[in-house]
């Protein structure tokens, strides 16, 4: 019975049954078999309340909102243009590195690709790049950024996982930077392969764009600085940052009104938090169903009869991380897997920073596979292009990102390194 | 029908004041505990301690406000039929089978919410009949209570969407 249950279930999450209510189900049908009662499932979503890591979530969501409104997004562009657009392939370099600016502030909730997606764009193709490098180069964008402070799927992987906040973004740093970099590098390969104009580099421009953007630009240094100096928590560092955002848009840009734009901007951040924590409560109650019938000790001890060596154990998980993360979006396949990953990834040797590493970037990856990535969606939408042309278009990146993750997997220090420069407790 | 349709607006208007005021007290509440403490800490303010120690509460009353937000948040969500899922299907069928699927897909979540705020509703009584108390002695299903609320709205929502195509007419506009 219960068998069949499950198996409509998978069908019916297949289908396109909200997640939530797929993982709830779940819950239920195995804790009803386990005999366990039903309130365990209120219990499990009422700890929601009870985890201060939890509260950087709502702060930091509210703050990417309020910074996607208005020309945020412009002003950061014309910036990193002014300082880069001089080199061949600049502006793909550009449009990177805002979107990785954007990715980290808005938690890869596919915001970076709405915002910025039209605006890049059209400047790509303006300046002669080719449509299918700049439709593969802003498809991926909305994804690389996410390893750098505050993003969110950091902040919930150290929920799930336990790990020390602080130094999973330590960790994250230096691969962050690799997943920018290598795409960036291949577009300047590109602007100089195409014999693209350059721009000359303009003290009166530069100066002029800093100015445009100096209350935006150190908002990512407030944070880092914030968090790593010990004068505020991960979540003490969110209030202190939605309070900034709040004044320089409203009161210094003007961009937005406190009458007439504020209550929709957080009424909109409200429901991205809901539709992550209401997945995080049913995973919560459903963790604990696994947890109690030892499912996980299960996995761990068929697999260890089928991969033997943390070699083989890496290139399975690489393999299952990059089809979770073109299934699912990365909340909520850090809410179901990690529990599950974590005791295999122990037994192989695999140490827990770098584990979350790996998995933030399978997960980035995933978001841009073939056929179901999530940000092939977004971008199909936003950009008014086939799907199918955007997976060919985002082909050559996913082989670059796939270097940089084989890279962080099979050269631990790359995650490593940082943390261990870094004493915290963990 | 309609009344179900302006009793759905209704919930939405009262669910987005209480979300906008949610989000104002957890900013608030938190950004004055940071300050306050940067007081004490690097200042070394006496007052600033005093004051810590009378607003010690507000750290809990702020992660109680994170599950209010979430909940009403994901209630509100229902409105816009666009809640996380996995979603082969609509890239390959027609629009007929889809409106199909939606309407056995939203019967299907309508009643995992009504268990969900059936069993809520069964933890809050337990917690009632026990008196269990938060922050500042208040009783502790005053915080809770937003469980089986929000999962009872959602019930309807969903409920509504299984029998009539509100919410997919929605979505087009």
């Known amino acids: 019975m219960i068998a069949v249950a499950s198996f409509i279930l998978v069908g019916l999450v297949i289908m396109g049954l909200p997640l939530f209510a797929g993982i709830m189900f779940a819950a239920f049908l195995g804790l009803h078999a386990t005999g366990i009662d039903l309130t365990a499932v209120a219990i499990e979503i009422f700890r929601m309340a009870n985890a201060p890591v939890l509260l950087a979530i709502p702060l930091f969501t509210l703050a990417g909102y309020l910074l996607s409104e208005g020309g945020t997004s412009r002003r950061i562009v014309r910036f990193s243009q002014s300082l880069l657009g001089w080199l061949p392939g600049g502006l793909g370099v550009v449009a990177l590195i805002t979107c990785a600016f954007f990715t980290a502030l808005t938690g890869a909730t596919g915001i970076t690709i709405i915002a910025l997606g039209g605006l890049l764009f059209s400047a790509l193709i303006s300046e002669d790049y080719k449509e299918d490098f700049s439709l593969g180069l802003l498809t991926v964008s909305g994804s690389i950024g996410l390893h750098f402070p505050p993003s969110l799927p950091v902040i919930l992987y150290c929920f799930v996982s336990g790990l020390n906040i602080e130094k999973l973004f330590l960790a994250s740093l230096l691969p962050g930077l690799l997943v920018l970099i290598l795409p960036c590098l291949f577009s300047l390969i590109q602007g100089r392969r195409w014999g693209l104009e350059r721009r000359p580099f303009s003290w009166g421009e530069f100066t002029a764009s800093l100015r445009g953007a100096v209350w935006e630009l150190p908002i990512p240094l407030l944070i880092v600085g914030g968090i790593y100096t010990g004068f505020s928590t991960a979540t003490e560092t969110a209030a202190l940052t939605v309070v900034y955002v709040l004044i320089v848009k409203i009161m210094i840009y003007k961009e937005i009104s406190p009458v007439k734009d504020l209550n929709r901007i957080m009424k909109e951040s409200a429901k991205m938090v809901g539709s992550i924590m209401i997945i995080l409560g049913a995973a919560l109650a459903f963790t604990n169903f696994l947890v109690d019938s030892f499912i996980p000790d299960k996995i761990l001890g068929f697999m260890e009869g089928l991969v033997t060596g943390k070699m083989a154990f890496l290139i399975v998980l690489n393999l299952f991380l990059i089809l979770v993360g073109c299934l699912m979006d990365i909340f909520s396949a850090i809410l179901v897997t990690v529990p599950l990953i974590i005791p295999l990834a122990d037994r192989f040797g695999l140490d827990p920073l770098h584990l979350g590493v790996i998995f933030l970037t399978n997960l980035a990856i995933g978001y841009n596979t073939p056929p179901v990535g999530l940000n092939l969606f977004i971008a199909s939408s936003r950009l008014k292009r086939p799907v199918v042309r955007l997976y060919r278009a985002t082909l050559p990146f996913l082989a670059i990102l796939i270097v940089a993750l084989l890279l962080i997997s099979y050269v631990p220090a790359i995650s490593l390194f940082l943390p261990s420069l870094y004493h915290a407790t963990p | ?173």
Not at chain 2, 140 to 162: D, E, H, K
């Open chain 2, 1 to 173: 029908m309609w009344i179900f349709s302006r009793l759905n607006d209704a919930a939405a208007r009262i669910e987005g004041i209480l979300i906008v005021a949610s989000l104002w007290c957890m900013v608030v509440s938190t950004f004055v505990s940071v300050c306050v403490r940067g007081l004490h800490t690097k200042l070394g303010l006496a007052w600033a301690n005093d004051a810590l120690g009378s607003i010690a509460w507000s750290e809990e009353f702020a992660r109680m406000l994170v599950l209010w937000v979430s909940l009403l948040g994901a209630s509100l969500l229902i409105k816009d039929a666009s809640h996380i899922k996995i979603d082969l299907f609509s890239r390959l069928s027609s629009s007929r089978l889809i409106k199909l699927r939606d309407r056995i897909l939203s019967a299907v979540t309508c009643l995992c919410c009504a268990i969900a705020a059936s069993v809520s509703y069964q933890f809050l009584r337990i917690e009632m009949e026990f008196s269990v108390k938060m922050f500042l002695g208040l009783p502790a299903w005053l915080g809770q209570m937003i469980l089986p609320l929000a999962f009872a709205v959602m019930t309807f929502r969903y409920g509504l969407a299984a029998v009539s195509d509100a919410q997919r007419d929605q979505k087009e506009q």
